[in-house]
């Protein structure tokens, strides 16, 4: 689940505590605003700036509640490429469905059973993993986008051999070419 947190966090993650136990039967919606205030309060965090807007859409009924959470902002983050800093846009969805049950177990990465006691969700740690998996895999800088350099760019790593050795050619691959070339 989640990792230990000291007294201090816990308090500073109560603004993201939704009080279930005096929501009726229905949809209610909360709205947070995250930035890097909230990303501080997780250690080793891959995010450390952003602004994100985040809606979340709770369905209550007796058996589960069901959360959508809409996120919509942007996050900075360091190109792999050139080490520059660059506002990544966001915006998606995510669910997450919370069953009743006898105790706490994770039964899916979307779903989870919670005691039937519950009186407090905290969504701060389900705001700050889906955010961390809304960061690409590659992270290039927009100016990176059509594969060349932007203008002033520089090339800072290249796979293409310019010197004289990429020129001279191996006997062995030469021989090989020869029969492919045949057909």
């Known amino acids: 689940m989640h990792p230990v947190l000291n007294e201090k966090v816990v308090k500073e993650l109560r603004p993201y505590d939704i009080h279930i136990y005096k929501l009726t039967n229905g949809v209610h ?13 997780f250690e080793n965090s891959l995010i450390e700036k952003g602004e994100v807007g ?14 959508q959470f809409h996120f ?3 996050i900075q983050l360091v190109c792999d490429r050139s080490l520059e ?8 969805d995510e669910l997450m469905i919370y069953k009743f049950g006898e105790e706490s177990k994770e039964l899916s990465e ?4 919670i005691p039937k006691e519950t009186q407090t969700l905290n969504v ?3 705001i700050h993993e889906y955010l961390c998996l809304g960061i690409p895999m590659k992270k290039l800088h927009p100016k990176f ?9 520089e ?5 293409e051999r310019k010197s004289k050795e990429a020129k001279v050619s191996d006997p062995r691959w030469d021989a090989l070419k020869k029969l492919t070339n045949k057909k």
Do not use: C, Y
């Not at 369905?59 to 959360?67: S, V």
């Not at 800093?85 to 998606?92: I, K, N, S, V």
């Open 29 to 41: 919606e909360f709205d947070f605003k995250i930035d890097q205030t909230f990303f501080a309060l």
């Open 54 to 67: 985040v809606h979340v859409t709770l369905d209550k009924t007796d058996r589960m509640i069901q959360t």
């Open 72 to 74: 919509e902002g942007s």
């Open 85 to 92: 800093t660059f506002d990544w846009p966001l915006r998606f």
């Open 110 to 113: 979307d779903v989870a059973i």
């Open 124 to 126: 701060a740690h389900m």
């Open 145 to 153: 986008e059509n594969g060349d350099l932007a203008e002033g760019g």
């Open 155 to 159: 090339v800072i790593f290249s796979s």
